[in-house]
């Protein structure tokens, strides 16, 4: 009698168990979404600005000498003037300052 009545007990358990997994409410065929990560990259650090007479303007972005129309980090560098360039990833832009001023984003 206690035998029949614990492998009865064991067996309610399981099959609540496997029920928990699934949800029976559920449409057929139905999936849970798969969750998307978004992977940001964070903005190059703007550390100089070289300006040359007659050449092409150049920066220091990270660490490295960039020149327009090159990309760093998957930023592309779009224009640099005297004291700010422009960065465009996608259909964004941001203006990094050479002197301390808010970041903007153009959109």
């Keep these: 009698m206690v035998k029949q009545f614990l492998s009865l007990l064991l067996l309610v358990l399981f099959s609540t168990a496997s029920l928990a997994a699934s949800d029976p409410t559920a ?5 849970a979404p798969s ?3 978004t992977v940001t990259q964070r903005l190059p650090s703007l550390e100089g600005i070289i300006c ?3 050449d092409q303007c150049s920066v220091i972005l990270n660490s ?27 259909s ?6 050479l002197y301390r001023e808010d970041i903007t984003t153009n959109e």
Excluded at 65 to 82: H, M, N, R
Excluded at 92 to 97: N, P, V
């Design 35 to 37: 969750v998307k990560k």
């Design 92 to 97: 964004r832009q941001w203006r990094l300052a």
């Design 52 to 54: 040359p007479e007659q």
């Design 27 to 31: 449409p057929l065929g139905w999936q």
């Design 64 to 90: 490295q000498v960039v020149v327009p129309g090159e990309v760093i980090s998957g930023y592309t560098l779009k224009g640099v003037d005297g004291e700010a360039v422009i960065l465009q990833r996608g």
